[in-house]
Nanobody
Framework: QVQVVESGGGLVQPGESLRLSCAVSGSGLSIRSLGWHRQTPGKQRILIASVTGRGDTKYNPFLKGRFTISRDSAENVLYLKIDNLEPEDTAVYYC??????????????WGQGTQVTVSS
């Protein structure tokens, strides 16, 4: 059974940094990509950044360059570091796993999300 579990959210002050984690597990897992998304109430979930199974990263060009995605391939853990947090970063942050290969898209699995609240 595939599991995607986020952690690391919480209440932080503006200007601080935060690192979110996403642990992925499952038997015989073939990872096409892993990505971080966020969603605020009443708005669509948007992609922040993703990394392919080969390690290629992609960032949402409409977001400021305060996000860094990284992956521990050995442990199947995905990270998102957010620097200089702003109140507008307040959202639920979700991790998404897309199974498959470069040539085939499999299934998408979402975590339950982790709340990040930026407030003084």
């Amino acid at each position: 059974q595939v599991q995607v579990v986020e952690s690391g959210g919480g209440l932080v002050q503006p200007g601080e940094s935060l690192r979110l984690s996403c642990a992925v597990s499952g038997s015989g897992l073939s990872i096409r990509s892993l990505g971080w998304h966020r969603q605020t109430p009443g708005k669509q979930r948007i992609l922040i950044a993703s990394v392919t199974g080969r390690g290629d990263t992609k960032y949402n060009p409409f977001l400021k360059g305060r996000f860094t995605i990284s992956r521990d391939s050995a442990e199947n853990v995905l990270y998102l570091k957010i620097d200089n947090l702003e109140p507008e970063d307040t959202a639920v942050y979700y991790c998404a796993l897309v199974t498959g290969t470069d040539a085939r898209i499999g299934d998408t699995y979402w975590g339950q999300g982790t709340q990040v609240t930026v407030s003084s």
